[in-house]
């Protein structure tokens, strides 16, 4: 991937091993750069959970985060990414994906939610908030 300068912010996309690449291609046709991240998994580890640094998370303008939040190592995933933004004053525009037909989860907190997958006009919308956030800071 490409990086497409400075007025587009690079989007972390973190999603399970088998989502489609639909929201990355919208959001990489909207000229963001898309660093695609699968979570923990059992081969994988997340230092985000073991409250270590992240070099994806470091260099994000924006995050959609869709893996399973009924597992407690993904819930503290997303409020490592809030905690991690607030500490330093950083606006860091933040969507989580929900299933259809589940409940957004209480501990998420002010944390905008989609339900199932986001269209192109979601996906434009926050790309069109990541790029304003860009220009703010």
């Known amino acids: 991937m490409s990086d497409t300068g400075p007025e587009s912010g690079t989007v972390l996309l973190v999603v399970p091993e088998d989502a489609d690449q639909f929201t990355a291609c919208i959001l990489q046709k909207l000229e963001h750069r898309v660093i695609t991240c699968h979570g923990p998994t059992g081969r994988h580890d997340c230092p985000l959970v073991h409250g270590q640094g992240c070099a994806w998370y470091n260099e994000a303008h924006g995050i959609v985060f869709a893996l399973d939040l009924r597992l407690p190592?993904?819930?503290?995933?997303?409020?490592?990414?809030?905690d991690l933004a607030r500490s330093v004053g950083h606006e860091l525009p933040i969507r989580v994906i929900v299933p259809p037909g589940s409940d957004v989860p209480t501990h998420l907190g002010d944390v905008p939610t989609w339900y199932g997958d986001p269209t192109?006009?979601?996906?434009?919308?926050?790309?069109a908030l990541v790029e304003a956030t860009d220009r703010s800071q």
């Open 120 to 127: 192109v006009a979601q996906l434009d919308g926050f790309a």
């Open 73 to 82: 190592e993904h819930v503290a995933i997303v409020r490592h990414y809030e």
